[in-house]
């Protein structure tokens, strides 16, 4: 099994360069591939960021990667959770950070954007201010 970087990850959705994007493509092709969800985490930051790609765009193209029978991610359950969950409007690393706290009775934080989405979405766990 190989992992893949945050750059193979962004030239498989964004093919800004075909030749790199084509190896990635045939390295998932022919191998068992591994993505960190870290990686993953990087590479919405990338895609939103640095590329300008709209939430949704990200979240489908990701969903496709996802979607790859030779792909294994990190905390599968977390990860399509957070996706989800962004789709609905969290950030994806705050609704990464909360999909991962599955022993936790809450997630305690300042950030009052966060809250309020999760409340709409009625997370487990619920976020609170500390």
Not at 18 to 37: G, N, T
Not at 41 to 63: D, F, K, M, N, Q
Not at 90 to 112: E, G, K, N, W
């Amino acid at each position: 099994m190989i992992a893949l970087d945050t750059n193979l990850v962004v030239r498989l959705v964004t093919n800004d360069d075909p030749r790199q994007a084509s190896r990635v493509a045939k390295l998932v092709e022919r191998e068992e591939v591994y993505l960190p969800k870290t990686v993953l985490l990087e590479s919405v930051w990338v895609l939103r960021h640095a590329y300008g790609l709209e939430p949704e765009v990200i979240r489908t193209a990701l969903e496709k990667l996802l979607g790859l029978a030779q792909l294994t991610v990190e905390e599968g359950d977390a990860v399509h959770r957070a996706l989800a969950w962004y789709g609905e409007g969290l950030d994806f690393a705050d609704a990464l950070h909360l999909a991962s706290c599955r022993r936790v009775d809450a997630f305690a934080t300042f950030d009052r954007r966060l809250r309020g989405v999760a409340r709409r979405l009625q997370t487990t766990p619920p976020v609170v201010a500390p």
